[in-house]
């Protein structure tokens, strides 16, 4: 690193680190190389790198672990920060803001997705096929322990879009925090979700961004919801009833071009 002052090595070292995280090069979970052999891959001392690891553990990217390592955490510095930032907003606020998210990653998965991606979204719609709920936010069995739906996770894979998958990670990690415990449901039934999950993978199977955006719009309307003290839904948008049958014709269409498809 061709660098003069302390501060430029110490702001080269934290670029250098971060790089490594953002690229995918550390992967998250993975464990980073130990403070020697960092110092000696950047050229710095070592209390640099430790200022580093601890920059960008301060923002939730690293976790340093005793006698363990430090590991990568996040590949954004989004989990610690946004959740923070969320935290002023309410769950109404929050989960559209997750739906707009959802929707551009289904637009962008069916214009950017590569064949490898495709096989992991029909793979992971096979594998989630009578799951009771979808399974989003870990709510299959009231467990937080419950798998994330691997299936949404992909979409956005699929879309080549690291900021929107960050973006997508961190509103969940604030809608699992306690607060939001119990305002909370999957109504997405597992025929529902079925359905939903193989019209957006049909549409993405077919580059066809309008319809993918469609098939997205109808699946998050009633896949994360809030609910109120009774246990009744909140809808998302307030519709009228003609709007909600312009809806409910288009969602129709959809799965019967879902069937011509299938039957051709």
């Known amino acids: 690193m061709a660098v003069t002052t302390g501060s430029d090595r110490a702001r080269a070292t934290l670029a250098y680190l971060r790089r490594k995280i953002t690229t995918g ?3 998250v979970g993975s464990r980073i190389p130990i403070e020697p052999e960092l110092a000696e891959q950047t050229g710095v001392g070592r209390s640099t790198v430790r200022e ?10 690293l ?10 955490r996040s590949a954004a510095p989004t989990s610690t920060l946004l959740n923070e930032f969320l935290s002023d ?20 998965a069916a214009l950017h997705r590569s064949d490898d991606d495709l096989a992991a979204l029909e793979q992971a719609a096979e594998d989630e096929i009578g799951c009771t709920r979808c399974p989003v936010l870990g709510f299959a069995g009231g467990e937080d ?23 997508y990670a ?16 999957n109504v997405a039934t597992a025929t529902e979700m079925e359905r939903d999950h193989a019209r957006v993978l049909d549409a993405i199977r077919r ?15 009633h896949d994360v919801v809030i609910v109120n003290d009774q246990h009744e839904v909140v809808p998302p948008l307030a519709r009228t009833p003609e709007q909600q049958q312009r809806i409910d014709d288009a969602v129709e269409a959809g799965a019967q071009r879902g069937e011509n498809v299938t039957a051709g």
Not at 52 to 61: D, E, F
Not at 63 to 72: C, I
Not at 89 to 108: H, K, P
Request: proline share 2%.
């Open 89 to 108: 907003f309410t769950l109404e606020e929050i989960l559209s803001y997750r739906r707009a998210l959802e929707i551009e990653a289904a637009q962008q």
């Open 207 to 221: 580059r066809d961004f309008i319809d993918t955006v469609h098939a997205m719009v109808d699946h998050v309307d």
């Open 63 to 72: 976790e340093t672990l005793p006698g363990r390592g430090t590991f990568v």
């Open 145 to 167: 322990t419950a798998f994330d739906s691997k299936f949404h996770r992909l979409v956005f894979d699929a879309a080549k879009n690291r900021l929107l998958a960050s973006l």
């Open 170 to 185: 961190g509103i969940n990690d604030q809608l699992r925090t306690p607060e939001h415990r119990g305002r909370l449901a």
């Open 25 to 27: 090069e550390w992967a």
């Open 52 to 61: 580093a690891v601890r920059s960008l553990a301060s923002i939730g990217m």
